[in-house]
Antibody, heavy 120, light 107 residues
Framework: EVQLVESGGGLVQPGRSLRLSCAAS????????MHWVRQAPGRGLEWVSR????????GYADSVKGRFTISRDNAKNSLYLQMNSLRAEDTAFYYC?????????????WGRGTMVTVSS | DIQMTQSPSSLSASVGDRVTITCRAS??????LAWFQQKPGEAPKSLIY???SLHSGVPSKFSGSGSGTDFTLTISSLQPEDFATYYC?????????FGGGTRVEIK
C-alpha cells in the first residue's frame, strides 16, 4: 500500500525552529518528486515547497523562502522540511504529497498531515 | 502567480442531485488543472488531473472539463459520502496555486 506518514509537528514559539519528516512506503521513493502543502485552520490549501527525485530541483512559496528548507534522503525513503524563524502565520496542518511523475506538479498521494502551532 | 477562483464558495444540494463547480484561472493554463476532495478532519484526496483524467480508484460519477482559463467539476449524482469541500489547483507553473474551495453541504 502506498503510504506517506508525516511527523514532527507540535507547539513552538515564534522565532524557533521545527523539522518535519515524511516517511514513504509502498512505492519507489527515489523515482518521484515530492511536495509539502499546508492548510491553516479553517482555511484553504497552500503549496509550500517541492523537491525533485534527485534533489537537483527545489522550489518554495514566497511566504517561506529563506526560512524553510526542503530535503530528502532516498536511502531512508524520507522527506523533510526544516522550518526556521517560525511565525504565527505558519500555524497549519502540513501535508506531504507525492508527485504523479515527471515533476508534473500533480499530487496523487497525500499523507494525513502533522499540525504545527506557532504561539508564545 | 496564477490566481485560481472557484465558484460558488458553497452550495447546498440533495442526494441524487447533479452538482457543478467552476474554477477560473487568471491566465491560460492549458489543461494543467487538478481537483481534490477534502472531508472534515481528513487529508485532501486527489480526484482529477489534466482537467479531465480520473486518478486511479476515483468513481466515474466525478468528471472534469475545460481548458485555458475555465474549468468545471461535475458530480453526476450526489451521494452522502460526497459532501465535502472541493479544491482546484493549477500546475501550469510554479508556485502551484489552489482555488479557495467549494463546500458542498446537505440541503
Amino acid at each position: 500500500e502506498v503510504q506517506l506518514v508525516e511527523s514532527g509537528g507540535g507547539l513552538v514559539q515564534p522565532g524557533r525552529s521545527l523539522r518535519l519528516s515524511c516517511a514513504a512506503s509502498g512505492f519507489t521513493f527515489d523515482d518521484y518528486a515530492m511536495h509539502w502543502v499546508r492548510q491553516a485552520p479553517g482555511r484553504g490549501l497552500e503549496w509550500v515547497s517541492r523537491i525533485t527525485y534527485n534533489s537537483a530541483g527545489i522550489g518554495y512559496a514566497d511566504s517561506v523562502k529563506g526560512r524553510f528548507t526542503i530535503s530528502r534522503d532516498n536511502a531512508k525513503n524520507s522527506l523533510y522540511l526544516q522550518m526556521n524563524s517560525l511565525r504565527a502565520e505558519d500555524t497549519a496542518f502540513y501535508y506531504c504529497a507525492k508527485d504523479l511523475g515527471g515533476n508534473s506538479g500533480v499530487f496523487d498521494i497525500w499523507g494525513r498531515g502533522t499540525m504545527v502551532t506557532v504561539s508564545s | 502567480d496564477i490566481q485560481m477562483t472557484q465558484s460558488p464558495s458553497s452550495l447546498s444540494a440533495s442526494v441524487g442531485d447533479r452538482v457543478t463547480i467552476t474554477c477560473r484561472a487568471s491566465q491560460g493554463i492549458s489543461n494543467f488543472l487538478a481537483w481534490f476532495q477534502q472531508k472534515p478532519g481528513e487529508a485532501p484526496k486527489s480526484l482529477i488531473y489534466a482537467a479531465s483524467s480520473l486518478h486511479s480508484g476515483v468513481p466515474s460519477k466525478f468528471s472534469g472539463s475545460g481548458s485555458g482559463t475555465d474549468f468545471t467539476l461535475t458530480i453526476s449524482s450526489l451521494q452522502p459520502e460526497d459532501f465535502a469541500t472541493y479544491y482546484c489547483q493549477q500546475y501550469n507553473s510554479y508556485p502551484l496555486t489552489f482555488g479557495g474551495g467549494t463546500r458542498v453541504e446537505i440541503k
